[in-house]
T-cell receptor, first 113, second 111 residues
C-alpha cells in the first residue's frame, strides 16, 4: 500500500460529458502529479501541483484542469470528453518537488463511449 | 522520436533466469533514473532510483546507468513468477519534476 488513494476506480462516461477524478495524497506529501496511461503505453505527464499551485504542465489541452486543496488532496477535471480520453488516470504524491519518492495510487480507469 | 525508448517485449523467461531490461533516452539533462513495476490493473510501484552513472543493487535487483551512452538497465537475478509484471523506466531532471516514462516491458516468468 502506497497511502495514495484514488476514486472512483472505474468510470464510464459519454463523449462530451465532464468528469472529476479524485486523489488523496500520502500524509505529509505536498506535491501531486497526474498522469494518463493509455493501454500498452507508459504514463504521460498531465500536470503537477505543489502547495496548491500548478507547477508544470504536459502536452494536454486546457480542458484538462486540476486543483490541489489545503489538505493536499487533489482533483483532475476533464471537460468535453473525447473517445481518446479513455485511459488509466494515475495520481502520484511526493514529499517534495523532486519525484525521487513519488508514490502512485491504483488509478482510475476511465472509459468514454 | 520519443525522449525515452523501451522495448515493449513481451519477454518470457523460465523461473531462475537472469532478466535484463533496458531503456535508451535522448535528453542529456536527465539526472534521476527510476524503475517501476506495474502489475495488471494496479498503479506503478517504485523499485529503485539512481542518480547519475553507476550501479545500484537492492536484493535481486540491480540498476545500471551509463550516461555517456544514454542507456539504463535493470537486472533481475533468480527471477520468480511473482516478478511477472510490466516494468517501466522513468527519468527526470532536478529542475523539473515531471517523470518521463518509457513504454514499459511486459515480463512473464514461468515456473
Amino acid at each position: 500500500e502506497t497511502g495514495v488513494t484514488q476514486s472512483p476506480t472505474h468510470l464510464i462516461k459519454t463523449r462530451g460529458q465532464q468528469v472529476t477524478l479524485r486523489c488523496s495524497s500520502q500524509s505529509g506529501h505536498n506535491t501531486v502529479s497526474w498522469y494518463q496511461q493509455a493501454l500498452g503505453q507508459g504514463p504521460q505527464f498531465i500536470f503537477q501541483y505543489y502547495r496548491e499551485e500548478e507547477n508544470g504542465r504536459g502536452n494536454f489541452p486546457p480542458r484538462f484542469s486540476g486543483l490541489q486543496f489545503p489538505n493536499y488532496s487533489s482533483e483532475l477535471n476533464v471537460n468535453a470528453l473525447e473517445l481518446d480520453d479513455s485511459a488509466l488516470y494515475l495520481c502520484a504524491s511526493s514529499p517534495h518537488l523532486e519525484n525521487t519518492e513519488a508514490f502512485f495510487g491504483q488509478g482510475t480507469r476511465l472509459t468514454v463511449v | 522520436q520519443k525522449e525515452v525508448e523501451q522495448d515493449p517485449g513481451p519477454l518470457s523467461v523460465p523461473e531462475g533466469a537472469i532478466v535484463s531490461l533496458n531503456c535508451t533516452y535522448s535528453n542529456s539533462a536527465f539526472q534521476y533514473f527510476m524503475w517501476y513495476r506495474q502489475y495488471s490493473r494496479k498503479g506503478p510501484e517504485l523499485l529503485m532510483y539512481t542518480y547519475s552513472s553507476g550501479n545500484k543493487e537492492d536484493g535481486r535487483f540491480t540498476a545500471q546507468v551509463d550516461k555517456s551512452s544514454k542507456y539504463i538497465s535493470l537486472f533481475i537475478r533468480d527471477s520468480q513468477p511473482s516478478d511477472s509484471a510490466t516494468y517501466l523506466c522513468a527519468m527526470f531532471t532536478a529542475s523539473y519534476g515531471k517523470l518521463t516514462f518509457g513504454q514499459g516491458t511486459i515480463l512473464t516468468v514461468h515456473p
